[in-house]
């Protein structure tokens, strides 16, 4: 069983940064494959970002590669999405999930609460 928190969700003006953090708890973290999603209103959840368990593979949307940066530190048991140019259709509340492989798709087992972020123009 592992349980996702979200933090580091925020208001922010176009052109800006931000980063959300997720931290899990369970000793099994490492182990874990963990991806990014976002979903804004009155749309479907899509994938951003994810890092395999190792943190040596990481994949994102075309969307965001460039932008942002997905890490994790297993000591810390947490995962990490640096978000750069920060443009207005980024806003959305972000999840975290876990999986037990590397996947793009929101067949992951675990799923945070979610942050809000939002991108002003």
């Known amino acids: 069983q592992v349980q996702l928190v979200e933090s580091g969700g925020g208001l922010v003006q176009a052109g800006g940064s931000l980063r959300v953090s997720c931290a899990a708890s369970?000793?099994?973290?490492?182990?874990?494959?963990m991806g990014w999603f976002r979903q804004a209103p009155g749309k479907e959840r899509e994938f951003v970002a994810a890092?395999?368990?190792?943190?040596?593979?990481?994949v994102y949307a075309d969307s965001t590669k460039g932008r942002f940066t997905i890490s994790r530190d297993n000591a810390k048991n947490t995962v990490y999405l640096q978000m750069n140019s920060l443009k207005p259709e980024d806003t959305a509340v972000y999840y975290c999930a876990a999986s037990s492989v590397l996947r793009t798709t929101p067949g992951y087992k675990y799923w945070g609460q979610g942050t809000q972020v939002t991108v002003s123009s």
């Open positions: 890092i395999s368990w190792s943190g040596g593979r990481t």
């Open positions: 369970g000793r099994t973290f490492s182990s874990y494959a």
